[in-house]
């Protein structure tokens, strides 16, 4: 069974998005060492990438300033990218996204990626603060991706405004997204694409049609390159890795319920921490989750790569203990090591 599920991930990456999550009774500044304690771990153990999502007025992340954790990420590794998942381009000016950017690509150079988000990663009233109360329209964020790209290119060294550092830094941009306005809108930028499936499923598949039928070319891109995150918690048993979860689907109660706590203590069962509706609305939203041991993590994931044949895996996985959240990463990369096995007997 193993030589049949490395087959069918024998050409996929795998990567991390990190939410720097604070659990109960840590603090923000404990969060962050974790944060780059897995980003050690897991360039340790092969995976291609480690993404710091940006998310505001929230006591549960301590990931509102992406831009600093990547820079203290990258310092404390040598060879894995780090990168956005993403920057949440209406928040910020292009200039300024592509002189923090510019400056990272400058001292970790050909490590750093740029993924671009349109949603505000907060609620309405945050982003209206972050944004000085000016309302975006449908065009802005294409247009704003546009300026953006002008500010980092070398032909702009004659504009009256520069990104110094920034301009001519070797900086791949990804386009984020959990609908297919981002999908299409790729697809014509020639930017690879990767889907947020961990909370939003729904459109997945619509998504990545769009963006192969839109798909052109580019400088940075000559082929469509698609990438999806998926919940994974992995664990010596099932029932150990069902434990686990119940952590990530309190969590996620919190978020439908708009009371964001920090991460909690798993607890033996969910029965009596939601409603029939809310645990309908949850199982929606982590759809896309990989639940189990190794077995059943492998078996999961080989069966989304197959329906999907996206190029990249990220996963997330929402774990209250540390170290379970280390050994779950291990036990997934324990996969595209008997991926590597196969390629060198082949």
Not at 28 to 50: C, M, N
Not at 154 to 175: D, I, K, M, S
Not at 191 to 216: E, W
């Amino acid at each position: 069974m193993e030589n049949n599920v490395s087959t069918a991930l024998l050409n996929t990456r795998f990567s991390v998005l990190d939410l720097v999550p604070i659990v109960e009774g840590v603090t923000a500044s404990e969060a962050i060492q974790r944060s780059l304690d897995l980003a050690r771990h897991v360039e340790k153990l092969g995976y291609t990438r480690f993404w710091i999502s940006e998310h505001h007025n929230m006591e549960s992340l301590a990931s509102s300033a992406p831009t600093i954790l990547i820079g203290h990420i990258a310092s404390g590794t040598t060879t894995i990218r780090v990168g956005s998942g993403g920057v949440m381009l209406p928040n910020h000016a292009p200039l300024v996204v592509a002189e923090q950017f510019g400056t990272l690509g400058t001292l970790y150079p050909n490590r750093i990626d740029l993924g671009l988000g349109r949603a505000p990663g907060t609620d309405q009233r945050t982003a209206m603060a972050l944004r000085r109360y000016r309302q975006e329209t449908v065009q802005d964020f294409p247009d704003n991706i546009d300026e953006l790209q002008v500010y980092l290119s070398r032909e702009n060294a004659t504009a009256a405004v520069r990104a110094t550092p920034g301009e001519g830094v070797e900086l791949p941009l990804y386009l984020l997204g959990s609908s297919t306005f981002s999908a299409e809108l790729a697809g014509k930028k020639g930017l690879p694409y990767a889907f947020a499936s961990h909370f939003a499923p729904t459109h997945l598949h619509d998504a990545l049609r769009l963006y192969h039928q839109n798909f052109k070319s580019s400088s940075q891109l000559d082929k469509p390159y698609t990438m999806a995150c998926i919940n994974v918690i992995a664990a010596d048993t099932d029932e150990e890795a069902q434990r686990l979860a119940t952590s990530a689907k309190r969590f996620m109660l919190g978020v439908i319920r708009n009371t964001r706590k920090p991460l909690s203590p798993p607890v033996a069962s969910m029965q009596g921490e939601w409603s029939e509706m809310e645990r309908m609305q949850i199982e929606q939203m982590m759809h896309y989750s990989f639940i189990g041991s190794k077995q059943t993590i492998a078996a999961g994931l080989a069966q989304f790569q197959k329906e999907t044949q996206v190029d990249e895996l990220i996963v997330i996985s929402h774990i209250y203990d540390h170290s379970a959240r280390l050994k779950s990463y291990k036990i997934v990369s324990e996969l595209f090591e008997a991926k590597e096995d196969l390629a060198y007997s082949s």
